[in-house]
Nanobody
Framework: VQLQASGGGLVQAGGSLRLSCAAS????????ITWFRQAPGKEREFVAA????????YYADSVKGRFTISRDNAKNTVDLQMNTLKPEDTAVYYC???????????????WGHGTLVTVSS
């Protein structure tokens, strides 16, 4: 599976962005897809995950209620709708595919290159 993240950009605090993770490969639907982010000088951290069937979603406490993850297996995409953005959301956002949803980046087999989100105050 090859992943490509897109949709990042510059937005003012309180604004919204929608990130998309597009995948190639016929087996996309069997993977859990997770968004991570990494701010300068910080470790990569879990943001949100969706199971292979889309039936279960998971969120970091810091984004719960503001971000929504969704997937469309017919289109091989997973989106991350980000609302009420804060300056502390500024980071490079990565999508990853793995056999199960995990909050740790270690188990993931496939990674996209990342897309930069900058939230100005």
């Amino acid at each position: 599976v090859q992943l490509q993240a897109s949709g990042g950009g510059l937005v003012q605090a309180g604004g919204s962005l929608r990130l998309s993770c597009a995948a190639s490969g016929r087996t996309f639907s069997i993977y859990a897809i997770t968004w991570f982010r990494q701010a300068p000088g910080k470790e990569r951290e879990f943001v949100a995950a969706v199971t292979w069937g889309g039936g279960r979603t998971y969120y970091a406490d810091s984004v719960k209620g503001r971000f929504t993850i969704s997937r469309d297996n017919a289109k091989n995409t997973v989106d991350l709708q980000m609302n009420t953005l804060k300056p502390e959301d500024t980071a490079v956002y990565y999508c990853a595919a793995g056999g199960a949803a995990s909050r740790s980046p270690s188990p993931y087999d496939y990674w996209g290159h990342g897309t930069l989100v900058t939230v100005s105050s």
